[in-house]
């Protein structure tokens, strides 16, 4: 295990050092802006249409904004999640960055492990930066704070994890571009499910909240920002509650206590089909 | 001798195509061997599989007596991609700490900078990569695959990127590497190079060794020419034992004999003769 922190420090470097980083604190900067903006604006006009009876409109409003926010947020770091990840068996080998690395003697589950930790590290880091960013914008122009303030935040990190993991296990068999597509593919079919179970629970419809949650489970990034999403307003009560369900962010649900356990088995088992996938490759 | 690196009844099949079909192979400790033959004969697989690379279908190899892959085998041997890139946003001191630190190589600055003086490229230290040439990024892999001082090396096309100034460098520290009793097993397609610095000769073709051997001993008799007053005759199928006698028959048949060389075949004759149909 003398080689992960080795590795880690290199993807640390690699991943501070390569253009991707630079481009997603632009779009991170550009999408601040836009929330801030946003959100300005938002509670402006709840502010001079004050005809929501019963509802409290700061919360309506803080909520839906920091909601879209939480969802942006994992979108970034699922893009940076899977930039970070998606070359780094097959893609990495092909252009011949690989095998350099590989015939050191530490091993290639070490240097699969070392590669995750690092850009599970960069990306829990880039979320709680982006969310507290967020949360600060919220909190000054609409006097908002979310319910639960670190859960969600810690959920957004551990989903933008499994996203890193996915790739990284998708990098062993596909091409860095086929990856990338994949992994977007997959974290859309994520919040398909979202949604799906969104329209089953405004349909009452049993089957496609059962194909929503079975879909979380296989896929517990949305699982944990469809928790996290909950959270933020878990004191919420009465016409709020009410309100909220129906909006944007109504199918938030709360996951219950197995989320944390299963996240973890999950990761195990992604990285142990990857590890041993990748011990298995001609390279 | 001990040996430095073994294959025996190596055998790699890729789905249908079978790209090493039995090989066995032997490089002493300190010995500089060349691996030759035509695209897709093999010879990066056996380098591969060396490496620990690419799994073989069955056979085993060995280096420095640890199977090859091992974390054992990998702490004593350097390799050189003959496709390989580095990352451009180290800089070349910075790539050999990161191997330093890989190999488990004490050597710190004073390693790196020795060896970056020995490939030539002092002056590009702090450098990054991406702003090398394909020259000096494949003196730096050299660099590269000796951090550690390995005892065995595996060079798959060391030289491909090089200008002729930068292939008598490398040929230059081949020889420095064999005083040290560095054993190399050197994959390329330069057979002069490979005739020039190689203790042994390996050729592979259609995943078989097909040939092996001493430069000199691979060369054989092609014929004796001997320069006379009408001009050059050459004598086909004889060889230097002939010598005295062609001198005499011609001198007693009144010819005056200006001069006599055996002709040999040349690497690269032997080379197209053993392959055949697969050269090119």
């Known amino acids: 295990m003398r080689g992960v922190p080795i590795m880690i420090g290199y993807a640390l470097k690699e991943s501070l050092r390569r253009r991707v980083f630079l481009v997603v604190l632009v779009l991170t900067a550009c999408f601040l802006g836009l929330y801030a903006l946003g959100t300005s604006e938002a509670f402006q006009v709840v502010e001079e249409q004050n005809d929501f009876t019963g509802v409290d409109d700061r919360e309506l409003t803080g909520a839906t904004m920091f909601g879209l926010s939480m969802f942006a947020t994992l979108f970034l770091g699922a893009v940076l999640a899977a930039f970070l990840t998606l070359s780094t068996v097959r893609g990495d080998a092909e252009r011949g960055l690989l095998q350099p690395l590989v015939v050191r003697p530490i091993g290639r589950a070490v240097l699969l492990v070392g590669r995750f930790l690092a850009a599970a590290a960069v990306c829990a880091v880039y979320v709680a930066l982006v969310y507290t960013a967020a949360l600060l914008i919220t909190w000054g122009i609409g006097d908002w704070t979310p319910d639960r303030i670190v859960g969600p935040a810690v959920q957004l990190a551990a989903a933008t994890t499994v996203i890193a993991a996915l790739s990284l296990l998708g990098s062993i068999f596909l091409s860095a571009t086929a990856n990338g597509i994949a992994v977007f593919m997959v974290f859309g079919a994520g919040l398909v499910s979202g949604l799906l179970g969104q329209i089953g629970e405004a349909l009452d419809s049993e089957t496609l909240m059962n194909v929503a949650e079975t879909a979380s489970w296989i896929l517990p990034f949305e699982a944990l920002y469809q928790d996290g999403l909950n959270a933020i307003t878990a004191d919420s009560r009465g016409f709020t509650e009410l309100a909220l369900s129906l909006g944007p962010f109504g199918g938030a649900q709360a996951a219950g206590p197995f989320l944390w356990p299963w996240t973890l088995v999950y990761l195990a088992l992604v990285g142990a089909a990857a590890i041993a996938a990748f011990g298995r490759k001609d390279l | ?280």
């Not at chain 2, 946003?89 to 900078?113: I, K, N, P, Y």
């Not at chain 2, 009793?181 to 097909?210: T, Y």
């Not at chain 2, 054989?220 to 004598?235: K, S």
């Open chain 2, 1 to 280: 001798m001990a040996a430095a690196f073994t294959a025996r009844g190596l055998v790699k099949r890729y789905g249908p195509v079978t790209a090493l079909d039995g090989v066995d192979l032997h490089v002493d400790e300190g010995e500089l061997v060349g691996l030759l033959g035509p695209n897709g004969a093999g010879k990066s697989t056996l380098v591969k599989i060396g490496c620990g690379l690419v799994r073989a279908t069955s056979g085993e190899a060995h280096v420095c007596g640890a199977r090859a892959g091992s974390a054992e085998a990998r702490r004593v041997m350097g390799y050189l991609a003959e496709l390989f890139r580095f990352p451009g946003w180290a800089t070349a001191d910075e790539l050999l700490e990161l191997h330093q630190r890989l190999a488990g190589s004490a050597g710190g600055e004073a390693e790196r900078r020795e060896l970056l003086e020995l490939v030539g490229l002092s002056e590009a230290r702090t450098r990054r990569i991406e702003n090398m040439s394909k020259g000096m990024q494949q003196r730096l892999g050299i660099a590269q695959a000796l951090v550690g001082t390995p005892r065995f090396l595996f060079l798959d096309e060391p030289t491909s990127a090089l200008d002729p100034g930068g292939r008598r460098t490398v040929r230059g520290l081949l020889e420095a590497l064999q005083l040290r009793g560095v054993a190399v097993l050197l994959n390329s397609h330069l057979l002069s190079e490979v005739e020039l610095v190689c203790d042994r000769v390996v050729i592979l073709s259609r995943g078989s060794i097909v040939t092996e051997g001493r430069p000199s001993e691979l060369a054989r008799p092609r014929g004796v020419e001997v320069d006379l007053d009408a001009g050059t005759r050459v004598f086909e199928g004889a060889g230097r034992e002939d010598v005295p006698r062609i001198v005499a028959d011609l001198v007693a048949a009144g010819e005056r004999v200006y001069g006599v060389r055996v002709l040999e075949t040349t690497l690269e004759e032997l080379y197209l003769e053993v392959v055949g149909d697969q050269a090119g």
